[in-house]
């Protein structure tokens, strides 16, 4: 997971973590803890390959212009990568971003700030939407078949993971793709095969599932 701190005025604090994971973005900054504003931020972290084979494969799939919805968003790194890979028409974003502890991750009131501030620049070509409100609930607002694309990366438990793939598989439409990450994780990989039989594939990573949905003629 890689962690960004926005102090006042949207800037970007560039993290131990964050230089770590991005070898890429250290070499063209040359330090730790540097502070950064959002659009420098960005025109360095856009250039950097999408991580999750699940937007390469969405891509691939779907093409661009499409209608997403990430569950379980922090703060928004797998989000950016949705959007610049993806160039959704729609994309909706569910977080309660509450402060707390999520699966052993500290979710602080700053990963609100920080996604917001970092996707504000994309907001009104890709008509983003931040919803603060609980996967399974929110999947209510919306009819069955509204979305091309899913992601679920949010609590990593058994039942939540059931819930949530019950609760948005329905609102993807045949064709559209579902896929969730921490594949890993025990309870991840229980409620998924047990949600979707052996419709789904693990990417090589060995980090996420899919499942593309079936056109049922
Ligand atoms: C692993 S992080 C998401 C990381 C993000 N997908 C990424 O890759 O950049 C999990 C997030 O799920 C959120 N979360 C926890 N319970 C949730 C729920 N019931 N509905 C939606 N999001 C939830 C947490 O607040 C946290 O921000």
């Not at 983003?128 to 679920?152: A, N, P, T």
């Not at 990366?153 to 579902?178: F, M, N, T």
């Not at 991840?188 to 079936?214: C, N, P, Q």
């Amino acid at each position: 997971m890689i962690k960004k701190e926005v102090g006042k005025g949207n800037k970007v604090r560039l993290t131990a973590r964050v230089l770590l994971e991005n070898r890429f973005l250290y070499s063209l900054l040359k330090g730790d803890g540097i502070v950064c504003d959002v659009s420098s931020y960005l025109a360095v972290r856009i250039d950097l390959p999408v991580k999750r084979e699940s937007t390469l494969y969405a891509l691939e799939k779907l093409g661009t212009g499409i209608k997403a919805a990430e569950v379980g968003v922090f703060c928004g790194d797998n989000a950016l990568d949705i959007v610049t890979a993806c160039r959704p028409k729609e994309l909706h974003l569910i977080d309660p971003w509450e402060i707390g502890i999520v699966d052993g991750m500290f979710i602080t009131e700053e990963s609100y700030e920080i996604a917001t501030g970092m996707l504000e620049p994309f907001v009104e070509e890709h008509n983003i939407k931040f919803i603060k409100g609980l996967s399974v609930q929110e999947s209510c607002s919306y009819e069955d078949g509204y979305f091309d694309y899913v992601y679920i990366d949010a609590r990593h438990d058994y039942d939540s993971v059931k819930a949530d793939i019950l609760a948005w598989e329905p609102k993807v439409r045949p064709g559209g793709i579902l896929a969730g990450h921490d594949w890993k994780v025990e309870d991840v990989e229980k409620a998924v095969r047990e949600t979707l039989g052996d419709k789904f594939i693990v990417t090589k990573s060995g980090m996420e599932w899919i499942y593309h949905k079936e056109i049922v003629c």
